[in-house]
């Protein structure tokens, strides 16, 4: 499976951005779809994951209540929708796609999202 993302920009803290990620090469629908995040001096850390059938979601704590993952099966694509950013969103983000119970195996190449104060 083949993965990129867009959508990353610089925004004002407050704002709202929507990130995508369209698949290729693979079985979409039969693969758990995530968006991880690195910071400039930090680790990957994960941001939330959806599952195959979209009908659950999961967040780090850190962006619960203002982030939403979705999918769209049919466009082969996977969101993240976010609201009130705040500087500290400021991160390179990524999409990441697994079997149901393997490693995350497949990555996309990253967008940056830079909020301002």
């Known amino acids: 499976v083949q993965l990129q993302a867009s959508g990353g920009g610089l925004v004002q803290a407050g704002s709202s951005l929507r990130l995508s990620c369209a698949a290729s090469g693979g079985t979409f629908s039969s693969t758990v779809m995530g968006w991880f995040r690195q910071a400039p001096g930090k680790e990957r850390e994960f941001v939330a994951h959806i599952t195959r059938s979209g009908g659950i979601a999961y967040y780090a704590d850190s962006v619960k209540g203002r982030f939403t993952v979705s999918r769209d099966n049919d466009k082969n694509t996977v969101y993240l929708q976010m609201n009130s950013l705040k500087p500290e969103d400021t991160a390179v983000y990524y999409c990441?796609?697994?079997?149901?119970?393997?490693?995350?195996?497949?990555w996309g190449q990253g967008t940056l999202v830079t909020v301002s104060s």
């Open positions: 990441a796609g697994r079997e149901v119970s393997g490693p995350w195996r497949y």
